[in-house]
């Protein structure tokens, strides 16, 4: 697609349950950042991956979240046993490789709205 | 630690008046500055880039300023319409390469009314 793409757009899910996450980012974008957004905050960071290995996952708020890119194209965000305060809109963002003035522009996809009753 | 702080919070104008969004980082040592729009329940849509060896960007209406060495930057908005009420973020990224996190203000709450 011409854009980045997550799925689910909104998920329901009860506390203690697994969700998944995933993020098709655009071809070609070999860095892929993940942000988790609450209600009236800008993004925060999560993790990034350049190609399939995670670059940096300092942003990961504990070992309850994890985060794979097997082939280095789409990723996936796993939440175990989520607790409600993991409310929040999760946001997918790709950036492609190389010189030139736009170098590191992210680009970024509609979020995954996740909600945990 | 970067910290990016944006004022004002939220701001509502009349259409057509000329404004002025502000950013503010802490350390210096930046490798770009990107300024994002975001409708409400949507993603963000890229504005403008500005690498840190430049001063200033421009889109149509928009002119983006960086300060590097007192760590601020500005977006203007031109002749604005209703069209242009958003939620206004600004983001930098800190460590001297493409790649790596950004960091984000909470973002400025634009309302301009007909």
């Known amino acids: 697609g011409a854009g980045v793409s997550q799925t689910p757009s909104n998920k329901v899910t009860e506390k203690g349950k697994y969700v998944e996450l995933r993020c098709d980012p655009i071809?070609?974008?070999?860095?892929l950042y993940w942000y988790r957004q609450s209600l009236g905050q800008g993004p925060e960071f999560l993790i990034y991956?350049?190609?399939?290995?995670?670059?940096?996952d300092s942003g990961l708020p504990n070992d309850r979240f994890f985060a794979v890119r097997p082939e280095g194209s789409v990723s996936t965000l796993k939440i175990q046993r989520t607790e409600r305060g993991d409310s929040a809109v999760y946001l997918c963002?790709?950036?492609?490789?190389?010189?030139?003035?736009?170098?590191?522009?992210?680009?970024f996809g509609e979020g995954s709205r996740l909600t945990v009753l | 630690k970067q910290e990016v702080t944006q004022i004002p919070a939220a701001l509502s104008v009349p259409e057509g008046e000329n404004l002025v969004l502000n950013c503010s980082f802490t350390?210096?040592?930046?490798?770009?500055l990107q300024w994002f729009r975001q409708d409400p329940g949507k993603g963000l849509t890229s504005l403008l880039l500005?690498?840190?060896?430049?001063r200033e960007q421009t889109s149509g209406r928009l002119n983006a300023s960086l300060d590097k060495s007192s760590g601020r930057s500005t977006l203007y908005i031109a002749a604005s319409q209703p069209g242009d009420s958003a939620t206004y973020l600004c983001?930098?990224?800190?460590?001297?390469?493409?790649?790596?996190?950004?960091?984000f203000g909470q973002g400025t709450i634009l309302t301009v009314h007909p």
């Open positions: 963002a790709s950036s492609p490789r190389g010189g030139g003035p736009n170098t590191g522009e992210l680009f």
């Open positions: 071809s070609g974008h070999t860095a």
């Open positions: 991956f350049q190609g399939t290995g995670a670059a940096d």
């Open positions: 350390d210096s040592a930046i490798y770009n």
């Open positions: 500005i690498q840190s060896s430049q």
């Open positions: 983001a930098v990224r800190t460590g001297g390469t493409s790649y790596g996190k950004l960091t």
